[in-house]
């Protein structure tokens, strides 16, 4: 079955450390893949997306994201992770036959000045 | 400004006294979907609707009901909710897959 896997819960970073995510999916065909963040009490926003094309994406706020077929990922980036960035991120992918979006359990980021 | 409107936000409610969340959207998007999220789990798709009048179970429908009489509105309904419904809902809507969805600010119902 089509699933994301988050392998982390919770991470914790310095301001203006780097930060990655992980996102593995499992997908027979090529995946469109999204990136979504819920800041506290908030819905969630859209980050970034994949479809095709070039691997690596831009997003809002700084981050990108890279699609690696070969090792089913696409795990999200930033260069300097700033206080507000505290949240919670949603890897999600869509099963392209029912156009459903198929949420990973989330990554819940804090950031310590 | 393009919205997605739920209300209410917060709701605390006693096992079996029927609710509606309402769900609207001004985008004319045709596509709406409903889904819970509970710690650990993320977000699970409860229902959704391709169309006015077009609506199908998503992964959790149990308990659940939802109608789509006209574009704008997607309630979702609980006829008789219980303590294991007690979650945080999204309402969703979308486009096409290409622009992705967007989210409702959430309705945290809380059943005693």
């Known amino acids: 079955a089509q699933s994301v896997t988050q392998p982390d819960i919770h991470i914790t970073v310095s301001e203006g450390a780097s930060l990655e995510l992980r996102c593995n999916y499992s997908?027979?065909?090529?995946?469109?893949l999204f990136w979504y963040v819920q800041s506290p009490g908030q819905g969630l926003q859209l980050l970034l997306k994949y479809f095709s094309g070039d691997t690596l994406v831009q997003g809002i706020k700084g981050f990108e994201a890279e699609f690696k077929r070969s090792q089913s990922s696409f795990n999200l980036r930033k260069p300097s992770v700033h206080w507000s960035d505290a949240a919670e991120y949603f890897c999600?992918?869509?099963?392209?036959?029912?156009?459903?979006?198929?949420f990973g359990t989330g990554t819940r980021l804090q950031v310590f000045p | 400004e393009a919205q997605v409107t739920q209300n209410p936000r917060y709701l605390i409610t006693v096992t079996g006294k029927k609710l509606t969340v309402t769900c609207s959207q001004n985008m004319n998007h045709e596509y709406m979907s409903w889904y819970r999220q509970d710690p650990g789990l993320g977000l699970r798709q409860i229902y959704y609707?391709?169309?006015?009048?077009?609506?199908d179970k998503g992964d959790v429908p149990e308990g659940y009901k939802v109608s789509r009489k006209e574009k704008r509105n997607f309630p979702l309904i609980l006829e008789s909710p219980s303590p294991n419904q007690t979650s945080l809902y999204f309402c969703a809507t979308k486009k096409d897959t290409f622009y992705g969805y967007t989210f409702g600010s959430g309705t945290r119902l809380t059943v005693v």
């Open positions: 609707s391709m169309n006015v009048e077009v609506t």
């Open positions: 999600a992918v869509v099963l392209y036959i029912t156009d459903k979006l198929i």
């Open positions: 997908y027979g065909a090529t995946p469109y």
